[in-house]
């Protein structure tokens, strides 16, 4: 009978202990969750600033790839010119300028990228402001002083772009299937392309 009373206590006592336990869990705060949503929000406020055609940017290749940059010195006045963009960080929006790059490259948005070519060529009197190669930097900070900085993910294609990668190869294989359509079809095909060319 004692050992029955102990083995049942301990299965309160466990019971208990796995109630608190999970009660202590909902009340934790998600901090997954949490890192996840700052996360989007530079990922959102990179999205707004590649698209924005207020900070000049421009293409070279790096390691064999295609990248679209900008220029360090180009950002610090284009976000005193653009506010309502640093309004998108929330709680980070009155951070400075060479914050929110190092934010950005911490993030792993951007990367920092110097020139390949770092003597003038024969013949110029200065280095291209925008050249066509670049190269990984191996300090991983902002500087305005010749500084390149390429975005590091994927651009998002709008919805009608997306639409229209779909419909130009069908619109395509329709031409080319176009002798073999049946007489019918090809008579409406080509009163309808007359009465688009009288509007």
């Known amino acids: 009978m004692a050992v029955d009373r ?14 608190n336990s999970a009660a202590t869990a909902r ?13 989007d929000v530079y990922q959102i406020f990179a999205e ?8 000049e940017s ?6 064999e790839a295609r990248v679209e940059y900008f220029r360090g010195k180009d950002f610090v006045p284009f ?7 640093k309004e998108i960080l929330g709680s980070d929006k009155d951070l400075e300028a060479d914050d929110v790059i190092n934010t950005l490259l911490c993030k792993n948005l951007i990367v920092r ?7 003038v060529r024969p013949g110029k009197k200065k280095l291209s402001s925008w050249p066509a190669h ?6 991983q900070v902002f500087s305005e002083n010749d500084a390149f900085y390429a975005w590091a993910f994927m651009k998002r294609r709008a919805l009608w772009q997306t639409i229209l990668s779909f419909l130009w190869p069908v619109a ?28």
């Open 6 to 19: 102990q083995r049942s206590s301990g299965v309160r006592r466990r019971q208990s202990d796995d109630t």
């Open 27 to 39: 009340r934790r705060p998600p901090q997954n969750q949490k890192a996840s949503a700052e996360k």
């Open 48 to 55: 707004k600033v590649r698209d924005n055609k207020h900070l």
């Open 58 to 63: 421009r293409w070279a290749i790096m390691q």
């Open 79 to 85: 976000l005193r010119n653009q506010p309502h963009l």
């Open 113 to 119: 990228c110097d020139r390949v070519m770092k003597t």
């Open 134 to 139: 670049l190269e990984f930097h191996p300090e």
């Open 172 to 199: 395509a294989l329709a031409v080319c299937l176009f002798p073999v359509y049946p007489y019918q079809v090809k008579i409406v095909v080509l009163y309808s392309c007359a009465g688009a060319l009288l509007l």
